[in-house]
């Protein structure tokens, strides 16, 4: 079996935004974000541009339009604060913490944002996200590391982003109360699998978004929507015959 010594590509033309939706506001230590940032020091060992957004620091209003402050909210830091580095990504990873089974509330407020501006277009005409590649990375105490990844990446894929394989990592300790993530003791930086993963979803984004990158990002026939509301149907025959 041959094994490279040296990545395929160079990276270093690429830009990744990090999104933690931790409960806990800074300066408080998050354990999501000691899990991210190892795949942060990997990306930026490659040259990659990364931008890291902790999400309950901003005033985000919530919703799913673009500006909220056109629909009732005094604030909304979602236009200029968070969506331009977004907007610049190839990349974005988004990371949280389980509680209850589930992503936290701040995780789908931050979605719910996403959502928000996925009837934009982007330069081809087709939707906003097309192009763009995205990861996710959970910890926990409890159950559902899977859950939460599924959740995220089906979300991130709906509304256009690129999934690679393996795109998500998570660290969850023994359930019920015990040590986290960055805890000593926990056992969490040393362990090999999510290690493991952690190092495989890092690489499979820059792989990815490296090849969209390259290849202009996704052809633009058969997803257009202006061209669909004109009338063009892309080979697909509403009526057909059957036999």
């Avoid at 490659?46 to 500006?67: C, E, L, M």
């Avoid at 944002?113 to 990375?137: C, D, E, H, I, P």
């Avoid at 990844?149 to 894929?157: A, P, R, V």
Wanted: hydrophobic fraction near 35%; charge should be negative.
């Amino acid at each position: 079996m041959t094994q490279r010594t040296q990545p395929p590509a160079r990276y270093d033309d690429l830009r990744a935004v990090f999104i933690n939706c931790t409960l806990k506001p800074s300066p408080e230590p998050s354990n999501t974000q000691g899990l991210m940032d190892r795949g942060i020091a990997l990306m930026r060992a490659q040259g990659v541009t990364v931008d890291t957004v902790r999400f309950i620091d901003h005033d985000v209003a919530t919703g799913v339009y673009p500006d909220m402050r056109e629909h009732g909210w005094a604030t909304d830091a979602w236009p200029e604060e968070i969506w331009p580095l977004v907007d610049a990504a190839d990349i974005l990873v988004v990371g949280g913490p389980i509680w209850l089974g589930d992503n936290s509330s701040i995780t789908r407020k931050l979605i719910e944002r996403l959502y928000s501006m996925s009837g934009l277009f982007n330069s081809k005409g087709q939707y906003v996200y097309y192009g763009k590649t995205g990861g996710a990375v959970i910890t926990g105490n409890e159950d559902g590391v899977k859950h939460c990844s599924m959740s995220i990446l089906y979300s991130l894929q709906h509304i256009g982003f690129t999934i690679p394989p393996a795109a998500d990592s998570g660290w969850i300790g023994a359930i019920g109360p015990g040590p986290s993530y960055l805890d000593p003791g926990s056992g969490g930086p040393e362990s090999d699998f999510t290690n493991r993963n952690t190092t495989f979803m890092t690489w499979n984004l820059l792989h990815t978004a490296r090849r969209l990158k390259d290849a202009g990002g996704l052809p633009a026939y058969g997803n257009l929507r202006g061209a669909w509301n004109d009338g063009e149907r892309f080979g697909y025959d509403a009526n057909p015959e059957y036999r």
